[in-house]
């Protein structure tokens, strides 16, 4: 039964962050920088990852790491979620709960899709002990600190089988 229960919640997690929302970037003078001599033959290089990666990462495993530990202040929480103001309830409501208070993450990957997008793959621990194994969430970095994602959060709350939860 917990082997169904965790295959289940493992393809429910791999469903929800294996869609990630797609940016799509353009410019308003039909890609000829504001020339009217033709096309351009060259593209403005874009970069997928922020100015400083290997602090970003470091920043984001400190950050998910102390989100997910339970010693860590429900105040502490909500400064390291997106939105958390917002998403302060749903932490809340989960505060008091067992499995809640057992569980830690420890970040195994970090690979950034932009300079303010991040996919994390992490090992969902209970007691310990992996209970998702290379589970994939987001980080997003919002006023100057790399956090949590909703859609990561609300994709753990559905797991565990809450349902009607605001803000997810």
């Not at 295959?7 to 990630?20: D, E, I, S």
């Not at 997928?48 to 470091?58: L, R």
């Amino acid at each position: 039964m917990v082997l169904k229960r965790r295959a289940t919640a493992l393809a429910a997690a791999a469903v929800l962050v294996l869609t990630p929302a797609l940016a799509s970037c353009g410019d308003d003078d039909g890609g000829n920088g504001g020339r009217t001599d033709g096309p351009s033959t060259t593209l403005p290089t874009m970069t997928a990852q922020p100015a400083d990666p290997s602090a970003a990462e470091a920043e984001i495993t400190k950050n998910w790491t102390a989100f997910f530990d339970p010693r860590t202040p429900n105040a502490e929480r909500v400064r390291l979620l997106e939105d958390g103001a917002r998403m302060a309830p749903v932490l809340a409501a989960f505060a008091g709960d067992e499995n809640a208070a057992a569980s830690s993450a420890k970040v195994k990957d970090v690979e950034f899709t932009s300079p303010s997008d991040a996919d994390v793959t992490y090992d969902l621990l209970v007691g310990g002990k992996p209970a998702l194994p290379d589970a994939k969430g987001t980080s997003v970095l919002q006023d100057d600190t790399w956090k949590v994602s909703v859609r990561t959060l609300c994709g753990l709350v559905q797991l565990s089988g809450a349902t009607q939860v605001p803000g997810c």
